[in-house]
């Protein structure tokens, strides 16, 4: 249950940071890159379990 609840904060978290992030950055490339990073820590939450 714990798992759970922080996949979902995490989740959470990464989606927030990737709205703030395409705020921010000034090209389509950077866009990628911040939409990429996303993805690994996303990828790095749910291996860890």
Not at 29 to 40: A, F, N, T
Not at 42 to 48: F, H, Q, T
């Amino acid at each position: 249950m714990i798992a759970i609840n922080f996949r979902k904060t995490a989740l959470a978290t990464a989606l927030a940071a990737l709205t703030l992030s395409s705020a921010a950055c000034n090209t389509v490339q950077g866009l990628g890159e911040d939409i990429e990073s996303v993805g690994r820590t996303g990828e790095e939450v749910i291996d860890s379990e």
